[in-house]
Protein backbone atom coordinates (compact mmCIF):
# COMPACT_ATOMS: atom_id res chain seq x y z
CA UNK A 1 0.00 0.00 0.00
CA UNK A 2 1.44 3.16 -0.76
CA UNK A 3 2.07 5.89 1.99
CA UNK A 4 -0.23 8.56 -0.27
CA UNK A 5 -3.57 7.83 -1.79
CA UNK A 6 -4.98 9.90 -4.57
CA UNK A 7 -8.04 8.98 -6.67
CA UNK A 8 -6.47 9.69 -10.58
CA UNK A 9 -9.89 10.69 -11.49
CA UNK A 10 -10.58 11.92 -14.08
CA UNK A 11 -12.94 14.48 -12.44
CA UNK A 12 -15.35 16.68 -14.66
CA UNK A 13 -16.74 19.68 -13.73
CA UNK A 14 -18.99 22.28 -15.46
CA UNK A 15 -17.23 25.85 -15.32
CA UNK A 16 -18.30 27.50 -12.13
CA UNK A 17 -18.68 24.50 -10.03
CA UNK A 18 -17.20 23.62 -7.11
CA UNK A 19 -13.79 21.22 -7.53
CA UNK A 20 -12.99 18.89 -4.31
CA UNK A 21 -10.27 16.66 -3.87
CA UNK A 22 -8.74 14.75 -0.96
CA UNK A 23 -5.63 12.54 -0.43
CA UNK A 24 -5.36 9.70 2.65
CA UNK A 25 -2.21 8.92 4.18
CA UNK A 26 -0.66 6.11 6.54
CA UNK A 27 2.23 8.04 7.90
CA UNK A 28 1.27 9.67 11.35
CA UNK A 29 4.60 11.71 11.32
CA UNK A 30 3.41 13.95 8.11
CA UNK A 31 3.15 17.07 9.30
CA UNK A 32 3.39 19.59 6.17
CA UNK A 33 0.89 19.36 3.57
CA UNK A 34 0.95 20.99 0.06
CA UNK A 35 -0.94 21.14 -3.22
CA UNK A 36 0.38 21.65 -6.76
CA UNK A 37 -0.87 21.85 -9.60
CA UNK A 38 0.67 20.13 -12.98
CA UNK A 39 -0.24 20.91 -16.32
CA UNK A 40 0.80 18.61 -18.77
CA UNK A 41 4.21 18.02 -19.82
CA UNK A 42 5.28 21.05 -17.66
CA UNK A 43 6.05 21.14 -13.95
CA UNK A 44 4.11 21.34 -10.94
CA UNK A 45 3.00 24.34 -9.27
CA UNK A 46 2.76 25.39 -5.44
CA UNK A 47 -0.76 26.23 -4.69
CA UNK A 48 -0.69 25.54 -0.88
CA UNK A 49 0.89 25.06 2.19
CA UNK A 50 0.08 24.00 5.40
CA UNK A 51 1.07 22.75 8.66
CA UNK A 52 -0.62 20.60 10.88
CA UNK A 53 -4.27 20.40 10.82
CA UNK A 54 -6.50 23.08 9.86
CA UNK A 55 -8.30 25.40 7.18
CA UNK A 56 -6.29 27.31 5.31
CA UNK A 57 -7.87 29.80 2.42
CA UNK A 58 -6.12 31.61 -0.93
CA UNK A 59 -8.34 33.14 -3.41
CA UNK A 60 -10.54 30.78 -4.67
CA UNK A 61 -8.62 27.70 -3.55
CA UNK A 62 -9.41 26.60 0.78
CA UNK A 63 -7.13 23.82 1.74
CA UNK A 64 -8.16 21.48 4.85
CA UNK A 65 -5.84 18.51 7.00
CA UNK A 66 -7.41 16.61 9.73
CA UNK A 67 -4.55 14.66 10.96
CA UNK A 68 -6.87 12.59 13.03
CA UNK A 69 -8.21 11.07 9.66
CA UNK A 70 -5.23 11.11 8.09
CA UNK A 71 -7.02 12.81 5.33
CA UNK A 72 -6.43 16.43 3.33
CA UNK A 73 -8.77 17.98 1.00
CA UNK A 74 -8.42 20.85 -1.66
CA UNK A 75 -11.75 22.87 -2.96
CA UNK A 76 -11.57 25.34 -6.18
CA UNK A 77 -14.23 27.70 -6.27
CA UNK A 78 -16.04 29.40 -9.03
CA UNK A 79 -13.67 26.48 -11.14
CA UNK A 80 -12.69 27.69 -14.65
CA UNK A 81 -11.62 25.97 -17.89
CA UNK A 82 -7.80 26.91 -16.95
CA UNK A 83 -8.10 25.36 -13.83
CA UNK A 84 -8.09 21.92 -16.06
CA UNK A 85 -4.53 20.00 -15.11
CA UNK A 86 -3.65 17.35 -12.64
CA UNK A 87 -3.12 18.34 -8.99
CA UNK A 88 -0.86 16.80 -6.18
CA UNK A 89 -0.97 16.35 -2.77
CA UNK A 90 2.32 16.10 -1.32
CA UNK A 91 4.00 15.48 2.51
CA UNK A 92 6.83 15.82 4.65
CA UNK A 93 7.45 14.89 8.44
CA UNK A 94 9.91 18.01 8.43
CA UNK A 95 10.29 21.58 7.72
CA UNK A 96 13.04 20.17 4.96
CA UNK A 97 13.87 17.30 3.54
CA UNK A 98 12.33 14.81 0.83
CA UNK A 99 7.76 15.28 0.27
CA UNK A 100 6.01 11.96 -0.28
CA UNK A 101 3.29 12.95 -3.51
CA UNK A 102 -0.07 11.42 -4.36
CA UNK A 103 -0.54 9.87 -8.41
CA UNK A 104 -2.39 13.24 -9.35
CA UNK A 105 -5.58 13.61 -9.71
CA UNK A 106 -6.78 14.84 -13.39
CA UNK A 107 -9.22 17.47 -13.71
CA UNK A 108 -11.55 18.70 -16.57
CA UNK A 109 -13.51 21.68 -16.52
CA UNK A 110 -16.02 21.91 -19.23
CA UNK A 111 -17.01 25.77 -20.77
CA UNK B 1 15.31 35.57 -10.90
CA UNK B 2 12.35 33.81 -12.02
CA UNK B 3 12.40 30.58 -10.97
CA UNK B 4 14.12 27.08 -10.71
CA UNK B 5 15.98 26.44 -14.63
CA UNK B 6 16.77 23.23 -15.91
CA UNK B 7 18.72 22.64 -18.90
CA UNK B 8 17.83 21.00 -21.67
CA UNK B 9 14.43 20.30 -21.38
CA UNK B 10 14.04 17.70 -23.33
CA UNK B 11 17.24 14.37 -24.09
CA UNK B 12 16.67 11.71 -26.07
CA UNK B 13 19.70 9.28 -25.94
CA UNK B 14 20.69 5.76 -26.95
CA UNK B 15 20.30 2.94 -24.59
CA UNK B 16 23.78 2.69 -22.81
CA UNK B 17 24.82 6.37 -23.10
CA UNK B 18 25.78 8.89 -20.27
CA UNK B 19 23.42 11.94 -19.61
CA UNK B 20 24.17 15.24 -17.53
CA UNK B 21 21.19 17.53 -16.43
CA UNK B 22 21.69 20.74 -15.18
CA UNK B 23 19.28 22.72 -12.16
CA UNK B 24 19.62 26.02 -11.34
CA UNK B 25 17.51 27.06 -8.20
CA UNK B 26 16.05 29.84 -7.11
CA UNK B 27 19.06 32.16 -6.24
CA UNK B 28 18.13 32.47 -2.49
CA UNK B 29 17.46 29.01 -1.79
CA UNK B 30 20.11 26.42 0.34
CA UNK B 31 18.03 23.16 -0.36
CA UNK B 32 17.66 21.79 -3.65
CA UNK B 33 15.93 18.99 -4.41
CA UNK B 34 15.73 16.10 -7.73
CA UNK B 35 12.65 14.40 -8.51
CA UNK B 36 11.39 11.43 -11.01
CA UNK B 37 8.36 11.19 -12.48
CA UNK B 38 7.01 8.81 -14.89
CA UNK B 39 3.64 9.23 -16.54
CA UNK B 40 0.38 8.95 -14.42
CA UNK B 41 2.49 8.83 -11.12
CA UNK B 42 3.61 11.88 -8.83
CA UNK B 43 7.37 12.51 -8.52
CA UNK B 44 8.85 9.79 -6.19
CA UNK B 45 12.12 11.65 -4.01
CA UNK B 46 15.96 10.68 -5.78
CA UNK B 47 18.27 13.01 -3.22
CA UNK B 48 18.17 16.47 -1.44
CA UNK B 49 21.15 19.48 -0.93
CA UNK B 50 21.67 21.93 1.73
CA UNK B 51 23.89 24.44 0.55
CA UNK B 52 26.67 21.89 -1.58
CA UNK B 53 26.47 18.68 0.38
CA UNK B 54 24.10 15.93 -0.28
CA UNK B 55 22.19 15.08 3.00
CA UNK B 56 19.84 12.47 1.84
CA UNK B 57 19.40 9.82 -1.30
CA UNK B 58 16.54 7.15 -2.57
CA UNK B 59 16.94 4.03 -2.60
CA UNK B 60 15.97 4.55 -6.06
CA UNK B 61 19.08 6.43 -6.69
CA UNK B 62 21.52 3.59 -8.34
CA UNK B 63 24.88 3.25 -8.77
CA UNK B 64 24.17 4.61 -11.75
CA UNK B 65 23.16 7.87 -10.67
CA UNK B 66 25.49 10.40 -9.49
CA UNK B 67 23.98 14.18 -8.53
CA UNK B 68 26.66 17.08 -7.32
CA UNK B 69 26.53 21.01 -6.02
CA UNK B 70 29.47 22.35 -5.95
CA UNK B 71 29.56 25.53 -4.38
CA UNK B 72 26.00 25.69 -3.12
CA UNK B 73 24.94 26.81 -6.86
CA UNK B 74 23.54 24.84 -9.79
CA UNK B 75 23.14 21.17 -9.44
CA UNK B 76 24.00 18.36 -11.78
CA UNK B 77 22.52 15.26 -12.38
CA UNK B 78 24.17 12.85 -14.01
CA UNK B 79 23.15 9.00 -15.26
CA UNK B 80 25.57 6.25 -16.54
CA UNK B 81 24.71 3.69 -18.82
CA UNK B 82 21.04 4.92 -19.56
CA UNK B 83 18.04 1.84 -19.84
CA UNK B 84 15.04 2.73 -21.17
CA UNK B 85 13.43 2.40 -17.45
CA UNK B 86 15.42 5.91 -16.93
CA UNK B 87 13.12 7.30 -19.65
CA UNK B 88 10.95 9.57 -17.58
CA UNK B 89 11.19 13.69 -16.74
CA UNK B 90 13.45 14.30 -13.94
CA UNK B 91 12.02 17.80 -11.70
CA UNK B 92 14.67 19.63 -9.74
CA UNK B 93 13.07 22.20 -6.90
CA UNK B 94 14.29 24.42 -4.48
CA UNK B 95 13.09 25.76 -1.05
CA UNK B 96 14.77 28.33 1.79
CA UNK B 97 15.95 27.15 5.01
CA UNK B 98 12.99 28.88 6.64
CA UNK B 99 10.40 25.87 5.55
CA UNK B 100 9.68 23.36 3.03
CA UNK B 101 7.36 25.64 0.16
CA UNK B 102 9.54 23.75 -2.38
CA UNK B 103 9.16 25.33 -5.76
CA UNK B 104 9.83 23.25 -8.94
CA UNK B 105 11.52 23.81 -12.44
CA UNK B 106 9.92 22.90 -16.13
CA UNK B 107 11.76 18.93 -16.04
CA UNK B 108 14.01 17.80 -18.19
CA UNK B 109 11.95 14.74 -20.35
CA UNK B 110 14.78 12.16 -20.83
CA UNK B 111 14.23 9.58 -23.50
CA UNK B 112 16.31 6.41 -23.88
CA UNK B 113 15.60 4.54 -27.09
Known amino acids: QKEVEQDPGPLSVPEGAIVSLNCTYS??????FMWYRQYSRKGPELLMYTYSSGNKEDGRFTAQVDKSSKYISLFIRDSQPSDSATYLCAMGTDSWGKLQFGAGTQVVVTP | DTGVSQDPRHKITKRGQNVTFRCDPI?????LYWYRQTLGQGPEFLTY????????KSRLLSDRFSAERPKGSFSTLEIQRTEQGDSAMYLC???????????FGPGTRLTVT
Open chain 1, 27 to 32: NSAFQY
Open chain 2, 27 to 31: SEHNR
Open chain 2, 93 to 103: ASSDIRDNEQY
Open chain 2, 49 to 56: FQNEAQLE
